[in-house]
Nanobody
């Protein structure tokens, strides 16, 4: 089995910064794409940023230039550095990973439990 555990959420004032981390553990052979999603109250879950195993990144328009996604392939971790935060960034942030378990021939998709981020105005 594979588990994703997020950390780093909390309360921050508008204009401030916060760093989220997510560690994957379990019987992991390799991890393809890792990503962060978020879900605000009453809204659908949306993609925030993705990063491939080779380090290629992609960002949703609302966070471009403010958020930075990074990963450490040796440690099976992915981070999200959030700066110039806005009240509309308030949401539960979820880690997501496309994992190939040891001995498996295809990947499976996994989610973390989510971490709350609140930005006060």
């Amino acid at each position: 089995q594979v588990q994703l555990v997020e950390s780093g959420g909390g309360l921050v004032q508008a204009g401030g910064s916060l760093r989220l981390s997510c560690k994957a553990s379990g019987i992991i052979g390799s991890i393809n794409v890792m990503a962060w999603y978020r879900q605000a109250p009453g809204k659908q879950r949306e993609l925030v940023a993705t990063i491939t195993s080779g380090g290629s990144t992609n960002y949703a328009d609302p966070v471009k230039g403010r958020f930075t996604i990074s990963r450490d392939n040796d440690k099976n971790t992915v981070n999200l550095q959030m700066t110039s935060m806005k009240p509309e960034d308030t949401a539960v942030y979820y880690c997501n990973a496309d994992v190939i378990r040891i001995g498996a021939f295809r990947s499976n998709n996994y989610w973390g439990q989510g971490t709350q981020v609140t930005v006060s105005s």
